[in-house]
T-cell receptor, first 114, second 118 residues
Framework: NAGVTQTPKFQVLKTGQSMTLQCAQDMNHNSMYWYRQDPGMGLRLIYYSASEGTTDKGEVPNGYNVSRLNKREFSLRLESAAPSQTSVYFC?????????????FGPGTRLTVT | AQKITQTQPGMFVQEKEAVTLDCTYDTSDQSYGLFWYKQPSSGEMIFLIYQGSYDEQNATEGRYSLNFQKARKSANLVISASQLGDSAMYFCAMRGFAGGTSYGKLTFGQGTILTVHP
């Protein structure tokens, strides 16, 4: 039982390049989330998927897209990376968005855009 | 809208002593949940404790307890008998439940860095 896994762990991009951050969970959770963490700030929600087949914007969605590929996988895409997207990205999942269940976090992806 | 405020950027505590990390919140939701997460220097987010807004008793998990004062909108984390391994960033977070429309989204505070001295 790996929990929430993320790939890659580290990435360096040049401005304008694109990339996809992958996230998978093996806990049969319905809801998945992408957050970013910047220095001196807490985590901020980028996008979420309350259930398979649905996605919606969070607090800071600009410059990102997501895909809920199936119940297990939720990817985050940067179409044209900008230095302002330098951050640590966390994927999380929870059993169901309708209840007060703990969110389980992946190990994070540290992204640098030069 | 929901807001979490952690006013202590950094805290220091002596090993084996207790420490309280402050958290205040603001929400218009009648039902909500409060969470504390620990982030060590390795970067992962570790769930510590949860308190529901309708829970009558304060939550406890081992050395962690949550001092929940609903009227004051505060949810302070108390760590008893601090250990060197408790040195980390601590985040308070909440999610509301406004008729199911919050979809499990967490709102985080800015965090408090705790340093435990031997």
């Amino acid at each position: 039982n790996a929990g929430v896994t993320q790939t890659p762990k580290f990435q360096v991009l040049k401005t304008g390049q694109s990339m996809t951050l992958q996230c998978a969970q093996d806990m049969n959770h319905n809801s998945m989330y992408w957050y970013r963490q910047d220095p001196g700030m807490g985590l901020r929600l980028i996008y979420y998927s309350a259930s398979e087949g649905t996605t919606d914007k969070g607090e800071v969605p600009n410059g990102y897209n997501v895909s809920r590929l199936n119940k297990r996988e939720f990817s985050l895409r940067l179409e044209s990376a900008a230095p302002s997207q330098t951050s640590v990205y966390f994927c999380a999942s929870t059993l169901d968005a309708s209840g007060f269940y703990e969110q389980y976090f992946g190990p994070g992806t540290r992204l640098t855009v030069t | 809208a929901q807001k979490i405020t952690q006013t202590q950027p950094g805290m220091f505590v002596q090993e084996k002593e207790a420490v309280t990390l402050d958290c205040t919140y603001d929400t218009s939701d009648q039902s909500y949940g409060l969470f504390w997460y620990k982030q060590p220097s390795s970067g992962e987010m570790i769930f510590l404790i949860y308190q529901g807004s309708y829970d009558e008793q304060n939550a406890t998990e081992g050395r962690y307890s949550l001092n929940f004062q609903k009227a004051r909108k505060s949810a302070n984390l108390v760590i008893s008998a601090s250990q060197l391994g408790d040195s980390a960033m601590y985040f308070c977070a909440m999610r509301g439940f406004a008729g199911g429309t919050s979809y499990g989204k967490l709102t985080f505070g800015q965090g408090t860095i705790l340093t435990v001295h031997p």
